[in-house]
């Protein structure tokens, strides 16, 4: 089905993925040719949920290209405050704005949002979901720093459970030859079992390691995240692993030259400041990358018509999708859509298994 909505970046192909890399590229090297690209455009930022980077970078992407932004980062101060629905203020939204930018904390809403959007509509995270501008950061990254996106030994760190940044990283670096995983974690915040039939079907080489210092000193790439304290079900389950791998020089020490360390942010302590002058610290960077990114697919999104994008035609299920942190559950006028997949009913929405 296709479409102009940025939901999962899965639904892009290497051609697409390949195009926007190289517009972003294009943009960082002649910014001031991009000054005017979206004059009189406005983008709508919706954050249900807070944001520095995604939120303020896609600002930044809008106002670098020329055009305007509106929205809100609190919805309390919208009429969401009043019982509104996510359809309502959609299909309010879509009429005011060029395109749409949103993030929330319920899984599969900016499926849901896309439903009820008349203009281009992109996902900046659903809950434990996914968060494809930040693997389109993640990989603008890798592709300018490390010069491929494929032959590649990745570690990822940390909360890979709740962590939708490292979801979706594996679910778009999986698709490149020769890249093979070490995912560091406790048992309880390994990766779900959907990443790892995505690395099966992808005939993806992958490792499971609980040790950071052993795991650090033969990657390409080291990928650490946050410990999502906000998806904990209780505070003393967040305590119970919250300093659990932390980078510091001791272990970066024994790792190679070469190798890169990316985090989405925000870092809470998981990598130690004093790594943040080292060279192969490139977190920061990582985020300009992303605003260019942005700019990238902005422009795609809004003026190209030929980058549309292909995802999955949803048909009507007979049951409700019952994960308890899926839109389905708050927004009660969805239709039950589902996918097929391994002869499985999955949700539209938040990708989980239905029956
Ligand atoms: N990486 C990321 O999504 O950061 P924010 O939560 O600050 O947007």
Do not use: W
Request: proline share 4%; charged share 25%; net charge negative.
């Amino acid at each position: 089905m296709l479409n102009k909505n940025l939901i999962d970046l899965g639904d892009l192909s290497s051609a697409q993925i390949d195009k926007l890399i190289r517009r972003a590229k294009k943009i960082m090297q002649s910014p001031a040719d991009y000054r005017h690209a979206c004059d009189g455009k406005i983008l709508a930022t919706l954050f249900y949920e807070p944001s520095t980077r995604t939120q303020m970078s896609f600002q930044t992407a809008m106002l670098k290209l020329g055009g305007r932004t509106i929205g809100f980062d609190n919805p309390m101060n919208s009429s969401v405050a009043k019982g509104e629905s996510l359809k309502d203020t959609i299909s309010i939204i879509s009429l005011y704005a060029d395109i749409i930018a949103i993030r929330h904390p319920v899984e599969g809403t900016a499926m849901a949002a896309s439903l009820y959007s008349e203009v281009p509509l992109i996902n900046c995270g659903d809950g434990g979901h996914l968060h494809p501008t930040q693997t389109l950061t993640d990989i603008v990254t890798l592709s300018c720093e490390k010069g491929r996106l494929d032959n590649l030994k990745i570690g990822v760190c940390g909360d890979l459970l709740n962590g939708r940044t490292v979801h979706s990283l594996i679910k778009t670096l999986s698709k490149y030859e020769n890249n093979s995983f070490v995912l560091i974690s406790t048992p309880e915040l390994s990766v779900p079992l959907y990443v790892i039939d995505i690395l099966e079907k992808n005939n993806c080489k992958y490792e499971f390691s609980n040790s950071l210092a052993d795991a650090v000193s033969d990657l390409d790439m080291l990928y650490m995240t946050r410990i999502q304290r906000e998806r904990f079900k209780s505070e003393e389950d967040y305590e119970a692993q919250k300093n659990v791998f932390v980078l510091d020089k001791e272990k970066l020490s024994r790792a190679r030259e070469d190798m890169i360390i990316l985090h989405p942010l925000p870092r809470v302590n998981e990598i130690t400041v004093d790594i943040d002058d080292d060279p192969r610290a490139l977190y920061f960077k990582q985020a300009q990358y992303g605003m260019y990114g942005r700019m990238a697919l902005i422009l795609m999104l809004l003026q190209d018509d030929e980058f549309m994008i292909d995802s999955a035609k949803p048909e009507l299920s007979g049951h409700r999708c019952k994960n308890p942190r899926c839109v389905t559950q708050t927004e009660e006028y969805l239709p039950n859509y589902c996918y097929e997949k391994l002869g499985m009913e999955m949700c539209h929405y938040c990708d989980k298994r239905i029956d």
